[in-house]
């Protein structure tokens, strides 16, 4: 399972977007497994910040999400919604 986050930074206009794959992850333990989601994003969100030149500490907002996706009875996708884990916002 997939779970995206993104960042804004003091001074930067635009939005960084990351990636954690939790590849045993279901949507049915989202919940139970929140606090260590959470904490598997921020470890990439480190990294992320070195990738991207940016500083943890201009951080202005901050989110997780993962993308609930529903399907028609033929397999077609005919929504997707952004669910939200975290979020945070100085």
């Known amino acids: 399972m997939i ?3 993104t960042a804004k930074f003091k001074g930067i206009k635009h939005t960084f ?8 992850g279901k949507e049915k333990d989202i919940e139970a497994n929140k606090n260590l989601i959470i904490k598997g994003c921020k470890n990439q969100l480190v990294k992320d910040c070195k990738r991207w030149g940016c500083e943890p500490k201009d951080m202005v907002f901050y989110e997780i ?14 929504e997707a919604k952004e669910m939200e884990v975290f979020k945070w916002e100085r």
């Open 3 to 5: 779970f995206h986050h």
């Open 17 to 24: 977007h990351g990636e954690v794959n939790f590849p045993n």
């Open 65 to 78: 999400y993962w993308v609930k996706r529903t399907f028609d009875d033929k397999g077609n996708g005919i």
